[in-house]
Structure formats: C-alpha cells, structure tokens
C-alpha cells in the first residue's frame, strides 16, 4: 500500500468525457477502474495536470510515480484521519474508511410523484 493524496474510482474509462484516467473501468461490467495520485509536492502536481489536462492523458502516466492506475471489483481504503469524499462530483461528507463495489442486491428507486400539466400531483 501507499499513502495517496488523491483517489478516483469510477465505472467509465474516461473522467469528465475527456481525459483517460480509468482505462480499465468497464461501463457495463462489474470492473471499477482505479486512479491515485500520490504527490503533494507542487512541481507534482503540476506535472500530472499537464499530462492530463493538456495532452489529453497521452503522456506516459504509468511511468510517472506519482501515478498508479488499477482495476478491480471491489476496493477498500482506510485512513488515519477523517477524509472528506464525493460521489459524482457532490460532495458526502469524511470517513476514515471507505469501500466501494457494486451492490449484489438490486437498489429500490424512489421517484417523486409529478403532477401532469394541469393536475394536481397525486396524493398517496
């Protein structure tokens, strides 16, 4: 393991429709891809920025060490202090430990009850 500043877990290749961070990530399989970035420093980050903001992720990433990619179904992650955490971009609040994999039950979606143009919104 490795301390990191940054981490990224998502289901789709492409962060943001542009840049390349997950390459392993599948849309529709069960595999989560994984970006970390382990540089604090801000020549560090600046170089990674560049890498993929600027050229569209096509620098050599794997062989910068501030940079590991990885894939998987399931990932678990602790840490020392409470770290704050978003989900798609919102943020959820700290955790000093996270894991993260797809749900082997099927999730139950609450849909708000609408009103049609001109009637009045159903009341249950």
């Known amino acids: 393991t490795r301390p990191a500043s940054m981490i990224a877990v998502g289901r ?55 940079i590991s990619r990885g894939a998987g179904e399931e990932f678990h992650f602790k840490t020392e202090t409470p770290c704050p955490f978003q989900i798609d971009g919102d943020y ?15 999730l139950q979606l609450w849909l708000p009850q609408v009103a049609l143009a001109g009637q009045p919104a159903p009341i249950s």
């Open 92 to 106: 959820r609040g700290t955790a000093t430990e996270f894991k993260i994999g797809v749900s082997k039950e099927p």
């Open 12 to 66: 789709t290749p492409l962060y943001a429709g542009a840049y390349p961070l997950m390459p392993d990530a599948e849309v529709f399989g069960r595999r989560f891809g994984l970006f970390a970035f382990h540089g604090t420093r801000r020549m560090h980050v600046l170089r990674a920025l560049y890498a993929l903001v600027a050229r569209g992720g096509k620098l050599p990433l794997e062989r910068m060490r501030e």
